[in-house]
């Protein structure tokens, strides 16, 4: 199960997915000590007791974090207005997780005073959406809290530094222009003495101007009176000058009539995740699945409600069972978890991306309870009601598109997991027997993807066969 943020406390009040959110308290308790005194006035009457002088308090309703992936929430809609008063446990929000939309309980009775947040916008999970007000004293204070906290939030954004004015170096500290009495060593470059000997000057009357006093050509031919033939390169190159950074490319211009539309929350975390799966070294292997068998099972069990995504979710649940290693994953790429339950993924589309209901302890559970938790899991994935612990606690995910006739494909591994499994559709084939009899049979073709850090070839191998004797023989699913 995906831990909450620290200000949240699930609150299962209804059949609803909710979230309880508690709020900071903007002035804490407070107390003074008053010494009352007796008619008679002698000290020994005399007593002293505490008041405690309760204030109103302002709180602020955070965005809550409703998966252990959620890094903002989208604001869905206001299920109260400003001025409503409100009981402690009553919805509030409903707020756009990565995965599914939940109601918000408040922790608190008062009055809604300010929305921060509106309809349709969004906000990083801890940020302040709204503010609540304990009395109606306090909502004209809340408000002020709330437009300040507004007009703060433009001027988070960085603002352009002034710039900084160049430093010149230093400049090179100036050489003497006569030679220093007392004898001294002269040191000159091998071209300077080279002119020193061609021209026949002595060396002892050439100020150098080089670094430390070194002689240069320059100096050289200055000494005897001869204008420089070129231009020398100086000794000591100058720093080279960074380079500008590279412009960046311009966007490529809109065909006509295209629109961009942004990302939506759950599209947004679907590409984060494949992003992150890049990162993953993985490995596919295909492996034929003979499925005449399975498809009369199937026959007999559609009509108690059990579907073929049930019936596979429970071959692959039994066939983990034998091969452990298909079910482990590796999360910090240092070590690798045998994980103690096997929770069955199952990838659905929904309108506006896709999520993947989770099947717990598949392995434990007979086909039709399996069934029936399935169709559950779905109806509440295209609501959009599923808690967190139902799409991310997965241990092995199942993608099937041989409803649409898709014969084969590759499906992309989920970041935390070791294998996903790809199942084409059943198509007749025209096979050969041991005694050289033809006969037509139905084949399935299964991709399997894998993270290679943890799963071998022949780990998957394995496990395969052993998948592919279950389906060709599934009499053990019904048990």
């Known amino acids: 199960m995906a831990t909450l943020s620290p200000f949240l406390s699930k609150t299962p009040l209804s059949n609803t997915p909710t979230i309880s959110f508690s709020s900071s308290i903007s002035t804490p308790l407070k107390w003074k000590s008053i010494t009352s005194f007796s008619p008679s006035g002698s000290s020994s009457s005399r007593s002293r007791r505490r008041i405690f002088i309760v204030q ?70 801890g940020a302040a959406i709204g503010i609540l007000a304990e009395t109606e004293a306090e909502v004209s204070q809340a408000k002020a809290k709330a437009a300040s906290a507004g007009a703060a939030a433009p001027a988070s954004h960085p603002v352009a530094s002034t710039p900084v004015p160049a430093v010149s170096p230093p400049e090179p500290k100036k050489v003497a222009e006569s030679a220093p009495s007392g004898p001294r060593k002269t040191v000159a470059t091998p071209y300077a003495k080279k002119l020193l000997k061609q021209h026949k000057v002595d060396i002892n009357s050439v100020v150098g101007t080089g670094p430390f006093g070194r002689i240069t050509p320059e100096d050289v031919e200055k000494a005897a009176g001869i204008a420089p033939s070129k231009s020398v390169a100086p000794s000591v190159a100058p720093a080279a000058l960074p380079k500008p950074a590279p412009a960046a490319a311009p966007a490529a211009p809109l065909l006509p009539g295209s629109n961009v539309v942004p990302f939506t929350t759950m599209q947004a975390a679907v590409s984060k995740n494949m992003i992150e799966s890049l990162s993953v070294p993985t490995f596919r292997v295909g492996y034929p699945i003979i499925t005449d068998a399975l498809d009369a099972l199937y026959e007999k069990v559609k009509p108690k409600g059990v579907t073929m995504t049930a019936l596979l979710a429970k071959a692959a649940a039994m066939a983990l069972v034998q091969h452990p290693v298909v079910n482990a994953s590796c999360k910090d790429g240092k070590s690798f978890t045998y994980n103690a339950n096997i929770n069955i993924a199952v990838a659905v589309a929904i309108n506006g991306g896709l999520i993947t209901p989770v099947l717990q302890d598949a392995d434990k559970l007979d086909l039709y309870l ?39 494909f590759d499906a992309i591994l989920p970041p935390g997991q070791g294998a996903i499994m790809a199942v084409g559709a059943s198509k007749p084939i025209v096979v050969a027997d041991a005694d050289g009899f033809f006969s037509v049979k139905s084949k399935m073709l299964v991709n399997v993807t894998a993270d290679h850090r943890i799963i071998y070839g022949a780990d998957l191998a394995a496990f395969l066969q052993t998948f592919s004797k279950i389906v060709e023989n599934p009499e053990s699913l019904t048990l």
């Open 56 to 125: 109103s308090k302002i709180r602020e309703i955070f965005m809550p974090a409703l998966s252990s992936t959620m890094t903002e929430g989208k604001i869905v809609s206001w299920i109260k207005s400003e001025g409503d008063v409100l009981s402690k446990g009553e919805s509030v929000v409903v707020v756009e997780s990565d995965k599914a939309d939940m109601d918000v309980e408040t922790f608190y009775d008062g009055i809604l005073a300010a929305i921060v947040v509106p309809e349709g916008e969004s906000a990083p999970v």
């Open 370 to 408: 399996l069934s029936k938790k399935w169709k559950e899991l779905v109806e509440k994935a295209r609501s959009k009601q599923l808690q967190p612990h139902e799409y991310n606690s997965g241990t092995f995910t199942l993608s099937n598109l041989g409803m649409f006739g898709v014969d084969r």
